[in-house]
């Protein structure tokens, strides 16, 4: 997947700095965002997979490998000059990957309702 490999690229870039936002928590924000997106895209691959068990189960694996690849990342950051890996980097990480989940679960059971309420 190619957004995977564009934040490899970007973990592997010695001392990158994301453009100031004049937020207390910039660096989490960011961080949130990146596997917010990665999450979503996740959901929609395995939401559209001919594979019935990937469909079924397309929020828990959205969540598990994207996770795994936050944890790898930050692991990754350790080797790179001028990076660190960070826990609570981990942590905004995967809050931003569950937050997506979450939030198209409950937008998702709301179309659900909808629907039976129509029919």
Do not use: C
């Not at 979503?40 to 691959?45: G, V």
């Not at 598990?64 to 980097?89: L, P």
């Not at 809050?95 to 059971?109: E, K, N, P, S, Y």
């Amino acid at each position: 997947m190619a957004y995977l490999a564009a934040i490899f690229i970007l973990s592997s870039i010695p001392g990158l700095t994301p453009p100031p936002l004049g937020l207390a928590w910039q660096d989490k924000f960011y961080h949130f965002l990146e596997y917010a997106l990665l999450s979503l895209l996740l959901f929609l691959a395995f939401h559209s997979s001919a594979r019935e068990a990937y469909r079924k189960n397309a929020h828990l694996l959205s969540i598990s490998v994207a996770s795994v690849y936050a944890a790898t990342d930050e692991i990754h950051q350790h080797f790179v000059r001028n990076r660190q890996g960070d826990f609570w980097d981990w942590v905004a990480d995967a809050v931003g990957v569950v937050a997506v989940q979450v939030f198209i679960f409950l937008i998702r059971q709301i179309g659900s309702s909808k629907k039976m309420l129509a029919d």
